[in-house]
C-alpha cells in the first residue's frame, strides 16, 4: 500500500504509529492525549510552531478561549496553524477549539460561534446525540460552557444538533464540535482523525 501524503511529506514509512499534535496551552489536552494513546498512536503536546513540525493530526481542546487566543498569539502559532490546515492536515477541535477555528479567531472555519450559549458552567449537561458520519450508534456528548454554530457559510457541513442548534460541524479536513469527547472516554471523533490524512467524516 502506497505512503499516503502525511507520511510522504514526514519521511516515515506507513507502518508507524501516527503522530497527533495536541494544542497545549491550556484546557483538557491530557485527556485527549490518552485517547489517542489508547489507539496506539502518538500524542504530542504542541506549545509553540515547533511542535507542529511533522505531525499527521491535530487536537484543538476545550478550554478557556480567551486564554487559549492569547497564548496563541503570544508564542506566534496563528500563521502555522493556518498553513497545518491549508496543508490539508486533519484538525479536529472540540469545545473551545471550535471558537479558535472559526471566522472571528484563525480564520479557517467559515462559521460564526456564540460562546456559553447553553449557559455558563451551572448549565453543563450531557446528551445523546447522533453525528452523521460516525458509526456505532449516538455519542454520549458532555456539554460545558459549550458553543454552537450561529452562522455558516455553504462549504460547512452540520453533522449533527442539539434543540436545532449545530454543535458538530465539518469543512474540508477539519472538524469541530461543541462537546467535549474525551470526558465521555468517546473515541471514535479520534479513531475519524486517525483514518485517513486529508478527509474528516464522509470524505472530501
Do not use: Y
Request: negative net charge.
Amino acid at each position: 500500500m502506497p505512503a499516503t501524503p502525511a507520511e510522504t511529506s514526514n519521511g516515515r514509512g506507513p507502518d508507524r504509529p501516527r503522530l497527533v499534535g495536541i494544542l497545549a496551552l491550556q484546557g483538557d489536552f491530557e485527556a485527549h492525549a490518552k485517547l489517542v494513546s489508547s489507539l496506539g498512536a502518538d500524542p504530542r503536546e504542541v506549545r509553540t510552531p515547533a511542535g507542529l513540525e511533522g505531525i499527521d493530526a491535530l487536537i484543538i481542546p476545550g478550554g478557556e478561549s480567551t486564554v487559549m487566543t492569547l497564548g496563541i498569539e503570544r508564542e506566534g502559532l496563528a500563521g502555522p496553524l493556518r498553513a497545518l490546515v491549508d496543508r490539508g492536515t486533519p484538525v479536529l477541535g472540540t469545545c473551545a477549539g471550535m471558537i479558535i477555528l472559526d471566522r472571528e479567531h484563525l480564520g479557517v472555519l467559515d462559521v460564526r460561534t456564540q460562546r456559553n450559549a447553553f449557559g455558563r458552567q451551572v448549565r453543563s449537561f450531557e446528551a445523546d446525540i447522533e453525528v452523521q458520519g460516525v458509526d456505532g450508534g449516538p455519542m454520549h456528548a458532555v456539554f460545558i460552557r459549550a458553543p454552537w454554530v450561529t452562522e455558516h457559510g455553504p462549504e460547512v457541513e452540520i453533522l449533527g444538533r442539539v434543540e436545532g442548534h449545530p454543535v458538530a460541524i465539518r469543512q474540508g479536513n477539519v472538524l469541530a464540535v461543541s462537546f467535549h469527547p474525551e470526558l465521555a472516554g468517546d473515541a471514535r471523533l479520534h479513531e475519524l482523525l486517525l483514518a485517513a490524512p486529508n478527509t474528516i467524516v464522509g470524505g472530501g
